[in-house]
């Protein structure tokens, strides 16, 4: 455990989980654009996003499986948390991933 602690402190972790927090919130603001979302909410690199329409997720569960992304999902929002060691490449290929998934779940659930 405490080697742990020095680790976060000696790569200054917890800077790095806000900068990175704050590119994959406006990173994740593109899903606004189709309309679905309600809310992205969260602190650093953990987000929340909930959708509009209720049911949204049990869709997204396929898709995004399918694409080879793993999320936590629930019928109406799903959380993201990428690793501290990722990189802003890491969470442009997460996005697109989650963006096509959640476009494939709209039209899976005929939306």
């Given at each position: 455990?405490?080697?742990?602690?020095?680790?976060?402190?000696?790569?200054?972790?917890?800077?790095?989980?806000?900068?990175?927090?704050?590119?994959?919130?406006?990173?994740?603001?593109?899903?606004?654009?189709?309309?679905?979302?309600?809310?992205?909410?969260?602190?650093?690199?953990?987000?929340?996003?909930?959708?509009?329409?209720?049911?949204?997720?049990?869709?997204?569960?396929?898709?995004?499986?399918?694409?080879?992304?793993i999320l936590?999902?629930?019928?109406?929002?799903?959380?993201?948390?990428?690793?501290?060691?990722?990189?802003?490449?890491?969470?442009?290929?997460?996005?697109?991933?989650?963006?096509?998934?959640?476009?494939?779940?709209?039209?899976?659930?005929?939306?």
């Amino acid at each position: 455990g405490v080697a742990v602690i020095e680790e976060i402190l000696q790569q200054n972790l917890c800077a790095k989980a806000e900068r990175l927090g704050e590119y994959l919130a406006a990173r994740l603001a593109c899903l606004k654009k189709l309309g679905i979302v309600r809310e992205i909410r969260g602190k650093g690199v953990l987000r929340g996003i909930e959708f509009t329409h209720p049911r949204l997720g049990v869709a997204l569960k396929k898709t995004a499986l399918r694409n080879g992304i793993i999320l936590r999902i629930d019928p109406s929002w799903f959380a993201v948390c990428p690793p501290l060691i990722a990189e802003e490449a890491d969470i442009d290929e997460m996005c697109e991933l989650i963006h096509k998934s959640v476009a494939e779940a709209m039209e899976l659930s005929r939306m």
